[in-house]
């Protein structure tokens, strides 16, 4: 596996795969602050181009976080499809976006495809895409979900409205949402990030937004953020989450 290119005379050399993904990135300002960014743009070209070049069963075997140290690293190996890892392992990422590309490529033949993909692998291919590539690439792996809407069909486009407020007022949170609505935002979700992770701050953000959602009948998803502890307590006490259905949709 080579971890090193020469780009207009300069030697740029990466210690592990790692560091590759890192810096290929896109800049980044949580990037920066983690101190995994790449130092310059020369810098983010070359590990493009040393990502491009790796196979698939590069990156598969050089894992960010080890399969001995992490479940999420074993479960995500553990479900690859060996019948489809076999055909594409020696392929190099640049292959592997070129074939995403290929106008004689079916999304049939990407599903197959993708079943022997790890998480990075797709990760490091969206790396060396342009904008426009990742559009035209994910207009052939359509990923249709249902839960109150269906998001996903084609010509359609879903999105989150997130009615954030830095006290966790909630008059803001519910004005913020009336305006999101007003814009027809929030189809995908309507989700909050609170300030404070406690049970009683969480079971009022909840009340706020599944009451909205419940007043007017709204066929969407209702989300607020907090440690999975907080939420189980909160629904414990009351408070809506889960697979919530707003009050026209119970019957």
Known sequence: MKLKTTL????????????????????????????????????????????????VADIRNNPVIPY??????????????????????HWTI??????????????????????GLTSEVVAAVAKICSNADLIY????????????????????FSCRLQPNDTRDDVQSIAAQIYEGLSFGAGDAVIGVNPVTDDVENLSRVLDTV???????????????????????????????????LPEHLRQ
């Open 8 to 55: 207009f005379g300069n030697v740029y050399q990466f210690k592990d795969v790692k560091e590759v993904l890192a810096k290929a990135n896109e800049l980044r300002s949580g990037d920066v602050l983690a101190g995994v960014a790449a130092e310059s743009s020369q810098q983010r070209v070359a590990a493009k181009q040393v990502l491009s070049d790796m196979t």
């Open 68 to 89: 001995e140290e992490d479940c999420v690293t074993r479960l995500i190996q553990d479900d690859v499809n060996e019948t489809a890892y076999q055909r594409i392992k």
């Open 94 to 115: 640049s292959d592997l976006r070129e074939y995403v590309l290929n106008d004689e490529v079916t999304s049939d033949d990407i599903a197959f495809v993708r079943k």
């Open 137 to 156: 690439g994910g207009k052939k792996m359509p990923v249709i979900k249902k839960a109150n809407t269906t998001i996903g069909l084609p010509g359609t």
């Open 210 to 244: 599944y009451g909205v959602i419940d007043k007017f009948n709204i066929p969407t998803q209702g989300c607020v953020l907090a440690h999975v502890t907080t939420q189980i307590e909160a629904i414990r006490r009351g408070a809506p989450g889960g697979a919530y």
